[in-house]
């Protein structure tokens, strides 16, 4: 029987999606058998570039994490390593310090910054062609790259029943559901006029998540409100997916894959320059949803696609083709068949 394979998943706690597709990805092989250790090894990586971008001594930055990785390499000699975060010093240390280690990356947005490219990467994971065909100009040879989707937690891909969840959350059945991410990456701009504005439209119902925003959530409960329900942090967020008719978000990457996998129609609001603004117009290019830049256009998106069915519908086909399948499973077996594994053997690991 061949021994389970040691997995070295190298993340960020900045921001919760790339946390959130390393422990996917974690559980994902753990249920088949190997050994996974999850570390956030580039959080303060990150803080540090950010602070020192342009800083003359950032070669003495690398130089101290490349230390940190190379101990953490030589105390659990992991048979591959698994960036899901974008700094590619793995990379870089690889041919000379450890060229026998598979290294992949996954790649967390519908476009990719150049700190995520590197020759020595054995396989990026992507999620479109976007990504793909930049990393081929870039000189990644196509056979490393292989577009699997961006991986989301198992509950996105069930099947839910939508009767069931508009009378567990006492929503109105005949009225259309607009849901709202306001808080989940900082907070929605001019989100109070936006909820007045959407609470008054005919025909629709809003729901407001705020994330674990508690400050915005108690603002927004004290607003006399008649069509507007106010959340929290909801564990079970993929119900909502599952009877929106229309959402409302900012255009992370995480966010859109699970916009994908349950084909809700989509407007990104106010994306902002750099990889938002490169997800959004990548989206809007497809025809996979629609983008506000300000609060008049966002209201007037709202109140013009929760009228219109074939809209809504176009964008939901447009979304399924960009839909890959099951990201965490796609990775996971690839991965395993790159490392030439396909046993499975029970353990138990310690968690990210």
Not at 49 to 69: D, G, P
Not at 134 to 146: A, N, Q, S, Y
Not at 252 to 273: A, C, D, H, R
């Amino acid at each position: 029987m061949l021994e389970p394979k040691r997995v070295l998943i190298l993340t960020c706690s900045h921001g919760s999606g790339h946390k959130m597709v390393a422990q996917t990805l974690k559980e994902s092989f753990e249920a088949r058998g190997h050994l996974v250790i999850g570390s956030s090894f580039y959080e303060r990586v990150y803080y540090d570039v950010e602070e020192y971008a342009h800083n003359k001594f950032m070669y003495n930055l690398w130089h101290f994490t490349s230390k940190a990785l190379l101990k953490m390499i030589d105390e659990f000699k992991p048979d591959c390593i698994i960036n899901t975060y974008g700094y590619t010093i793995s990379a870089i240390l690889k041919e000379e310090n450890y060229p026998h280690i598979k290294l992949f990356t996954v790649v967390t947005d519908f476009c990719i910054p150049k700190p995520w490219i590197h020759q020595d990467t054995d396989r990026y994971y992507v999620a479109c062609e976007n990504v793909e065909n930049t990393l081929i100009c870039e000189g990644i040879p196509r056979e490393k790259v292989f577009k699997t989707g961006i991986p989301i937690r198992d509950a996105f891909y069930a099947r839910c029943n939508r009767n069931a969840i508009i009378s567990k959350y006492n929503l109105d059945p005949h009225k259309k559901i607009l849901i709202i991410f306001a808080g989940t990456y900082g907070v929605l701009k001019n989100i109070k006029d936006i909820c007045h504005r959407t609470d008054k439209m005919d025909n629709l119902q809003t729901i407001v998540i705020c994330g674990k925003n508690q400050s915005l959530q108690q603002e927004l409960e004290t607003e006399d409100f008649s069509n507007t329900r106010i959340f929290g942090f909801v564990p079970d967020i993929h119900e909502f997916y599952s009877v929106g008719d229309l959402m409302v978000t900012k255009p992370g990457g995480i966010t859109l894959s699970e916009v994908v996998t349950k084909k809700i129609p989509v407007i990104l609001y106010n994306p902002t320059p750099g990889q938002e603004g490169e997800n959004a117009d990548w989206f809007k290019r497809q025809g996979a949803a629609v983008v506000a830049n300000n609060f008049s256009e966002l209201i007037l998106a709202i109140d013009a696609l929760k009228e219109n069915e074939i809209k809504r519908f176009s964008i939901k086909n447009n979304l399924g083709k960009i839909y890959n399948g099951h990201a965490t499973s796609l990775i996971t077996q690839d991965v395993l068949n790159q490392l030439n594994m396909h046993d499975t053997i029970p353990y138990l690991t310690e968690s990210i």
